[in-house]
């Protein structure tokens, strides 16, 4: 019996159609191959949903998230929009739809790859074995706090606000012992205890939920000190666990640990199945259009919704194998590629996925006597 599962598709601005084709590539041939029968609906979201229909995040648009498994995002955003005021701005699409199906969790997996370790500005010798993943929160903090500006005698004055409920704090912080146990057992919290207030109400959170895990060892980490740890002793971490704009600036800088931000996926998710799956990186403005993006970033985060909204781990491996394996062929976009190699356009890197995909084993089909 196949299994039919409903996705969102919303490929967005700059090199998110681009990729997002190749990632639908992909999914097609997993589902082909893992017996799903997968229904796509596209959407609008981002800069051009704000040129075609006034808003960032369309009802429409959030109408066929709220109704699917799973919803596959390219990128939003652009030098077009960065001019709009808070509320049209395509960035306020992808807070929106994090916060109406409440996807809290954020998680952004950091891996070497076989051949990419001269394509970091780190040393390769620094990077050898790191495999780590940051579990952000992603529906609170500075990012949704209470936001306005006002007039002071002594010119403009700026708030945002930093808020964090007890139950958010443990919610996520559960979510990332949960996720250590199926890994190394290890996970770090990084907060600003020693002058933030809700970071010590992170930190006495993080100790009361761990006493639950006790296989899992739990270390306390300020931010600034993870942020220089990440890059000398990368190999080190596990899970790292942090609030949604330590979660968002550590991220970026686990990039660099994979070579290129181009490689890295990452899933949102709330208490059910339902994920939202997009690459770490943004739109690109500057490549969008010219085929030589890299779509490796969204086809890892097809894995993971294989993985994470469908619970089929073999099909998520199949599909991270074909990437390793297709990157240990030699064959590279621009962005990792070494002077001198010959780089793969944006489709043809998909394509090689495909193909090599394709040698994975199929799932044993029932035959249709012993059905009867
Ligand atoms: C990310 C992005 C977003 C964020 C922006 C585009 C709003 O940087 O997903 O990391 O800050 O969360
Ligand atoms: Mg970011």
């Keep these: ?49 704000i040129d075609r229909l006034k808003q960032p995040l369309p009802q429409e648009t959030l109408r066929i998230c709220m109704d699917a498994d799973a919803i596959l995002l390219g990128a939003v955003g652009g030098p ?14 992808l807070l929106s739809l994090r916060k109406e199906l409440e996807l809290f969790a954020n998680l952004r997996p950091a891996k070497r790859f076989p051949g990419l370790e001269n394509s970091s500005s780190l040393r390769a010798e620094v990077l050898k074995g790191v495999d780590l993943l940051v579990v952000r929160e992603l529906t609170g903090g500075i990012y949704f706090g209470a936001k306005f500006t006002e007039e ?19 919610r996520i912080l559960r979510r990332a012992f949960e996720l250590a146990r199926g890994r190394r057992n290890r996970v770090t919290s990084v907060d600003k205890a020693n002058v933030l207030e809700s970071s010590r109400l992170w930190r006495r959170v993080a100790e009361r939920v761990a006493r639950e895990y006790p296989d899992v060892e739990l270390e306390h980490m300020l931010v600034d000190n993870c942020a220089m740890q990440m890059i000398r002793r990368p190999a080190s971490f596990d899970v790292i666990v942090t609030e949604n704009m330590f979660g968002d600036i550590l991220s970026d800088e686990a990039a660099i640990l994979t070579g290129s931000i ?21 739109s690109a403005p ?28 073999e099909a998520a491996r199949a599909i991270e194998a074909s990437v390793t394996q297709v990157l240990n062929s030699g064959a590279r976009t621009m962005d990792v590629a070494a002077v001198g190699d010959l780089a793969l356009s944006t489709d043809q890197f998909g394509d090689r996925v495909v193909e090599e995909l394709k040698k994975h084993p199929r799932e044993p089909r029932v035959p249709v006597e012993a059905m009867m």
Excluded at 80 to 93: F, I, Q, V
């Design 1 to 49: 019996m196949e299994k039919e599962r409903k996705i969102a598709v919303l490929p967005g601005d700059g090199v998110g159609p681009e990729i997002v084709e190749e990632g639908v590539k992909v999914l097609k041939q997993a589902g082909e191959q893992f017996g799903y029968r997968f229904h796509l609906h596209f959407g609008w979201i981002g800069g051009c949903a």
């Design 80 to 93: 077009r929009w960065d001019r709009n005021p808070p509320e049209h701005r395509p960035e306020k699409a």
């Design 152 to 170: 002071t005698p002594q010119g403009l004055q700026a708030t945002d606000t930093l808020v964090y409920r007890e139950d958010e704090v443990e």
């Design 262 to 282: 181009g490689m890295l996926p990452s899933a949102s998710l709330g208490g059910g199945n339902r994920g939202l799956y997009e690459p770490v990186h943004g």
């Design 286 to 313: 500057d490549i969008a259009g010219e085929g030589v993006a890299n779509p490796a970033a969204v086809i890892l985060s097809v894995a993971m919704m294989f993985r994470h909204s469908f619970d089929d781990e």
